[in-house]
């Protein structure tokens, strides 16, 4: 039986038609595989987000750059007019796709006396590894530095879960003061070389004094909207209370608690004459590539911050398939046991769920904020 049929067999007749309709109406918000949100990145007129680099390895990236010998750098560093950021996913399908017409482009602009040495490419790679990325690097002939984003921190300041997808294309102006204005942002597969090309070369030819009046209290990112399962909250609780009953434990009351905009669930449970808490967090995320479907699951940790059980609510794979009971026992087997308070470090070759690399990534780094959470647990004591 499949996760989400899995569920679904745990949810009373009673509820199970408006689980239905729920779902369905979640499901016309999906074109493409991509889930419509009025959240974005940032867009036309918008600043660039300040954020330090560590500069590349390699001394021809470096000098490519135009950077001096130095451990980090910002786009103020970048000797270029414009900067084209591509944000990626070596396992995400249409950037692999992407990758050999992002190289046709930059042979052209490179082969242009209007935009050779005016405009230098950057990609980052969002919950990569350098070695996953020096692999993709070489496989599909990147002719631009690639750096690595392993820990989504990049990701997170130029829009997060709310609004990025990958591949996502940003045309950032490079201000008289260092400053980065962005001029277009663009997400999803393109393929017109020459189309893409003379796109950037438009970006170009905008007066600057214009981008810096369109900038004017636009310097921070719009707010994002907060996804959520597309289940109810009797249907969730129910879920959540079943996903604390492991082995040897008896659930006692399940109850919500918020904080800082957070929602976690706690749980009295007793093993044998001993009472306990257990607590859930719902995790609910866009998906990272931009053909796949929004992911949800939820993961149950104890007052030392172990996990004890991952669930999933509604996850897929390839084709957006939905994960198996086998892959589902997998994810389970690899998080059962470890602790918040310890990076969940991924590793594709053990880690990954075979045809979801992408979304395993996901929810690896969904675990690993669960620090934060914990730590807000202690400071409201509900962890002592």
């Not at 082969?111 to 990609?123: E, F, Q």
């Not at 994002?224 to 659930?251: A, H, N, R, W």
């Amino acid at each position: 039986m499949n996760p989400t049929g899995w569920l679904m067999a745990r949810i009373s007749k009673r509820r199970l038609s408006l689980l239905a309709v729920s779902f369905t109406l979640s499901l016309t918000l999906v074109y493409g595989g991509l889930a419509k949100s009025s959240a974005k990145v940032a867009g036309f007129g918008d600043l660039f987000p300040q954020y330090t680099f560590d500069s590349p390895a390699a001394s021809e990236d470096r000098v490519y750059l135009g950077l001096a010998e130095v451990e980090t750098f910002t786009v103020a560093d970048i000797q270029a007019d414009l900067i084209i950021f591509e944000v990626l996913n070596t396992y995400c399908t249409s950037c692999q796709r992407q990758a050999s017409i992002y190289n046709g482009v930059f042979r052209l602009v490179e082969g242009d006396p209007v935009t050779k040495g005016r405009i230098k490419w950057l990609a980052v790679a969002v919950g990569n590894n350098e070695t996953e990325v020096e692999a993709f690097r070489k496989e599909k002939s990147v002719p631009f530095p690639m750096l690595t984003d392993v820990h989504f921190e990049f990701y997170d300041v130029i829009g997060g879960p709310g609004g990025v997808r990958t591949p996502l294309t940003m045309l950032v102006r490079k201000g008289d003061r260092g400053e980065g204005i962005v001029v277009e942002s663009h997400i999803g597969f393109r393929g017109k070389e020459e189309e893409i090309f003379q796109e950037i070369k438009a970006a170009l030819q905008y007066d600057l004094a214009y981008l810096k009046f369109k900038t004017a209290e636009r310097a921070v990112l719009p707010a994002t909207e907060e996804l959520t399962p597309p289940f109810s909250d009797e249907d969730l609780l129910q879920t959540i209370k079943e996903g604390m009953e492991i082995p040897g434990v008896s659930v006692l009351e399940v109850r919500k608690i918020r904080f800082r905009k957070q929602v976690v669930y706690l749980g009295r449970v007793a093993t044998g004459s001993e009472s306990k808490q257990f607590f859930a967090k719902v995790v609910s995320r866009p998906p990272l590539c931009d053909v796949c479907h929004d992911i949800h699951f939820t993961y149950v940790f104890d007052e030392a911050g172990k996990v004890v059980n991952f669930l999933p609510i509604y996850v897929t794979k390839n084709a957006n398939r939905p994960w198996s009971d086998q892959d589902v026992q997998k994810m389970r087997d690899r998080i059962v046991g470890q602790s918040l308070l310890m990076p969940f470090r991924f590793d594709r070759d053990v880690d990954a769920v075979s045809g979801a690399t992408v979304t395993s990534v996901v929810i690896f780094d969904g675990i690993n904020r669960g620090k934060s959470i914990y730590a807000d647990l202690m400071r409201k004591g509900y962890v002592k």
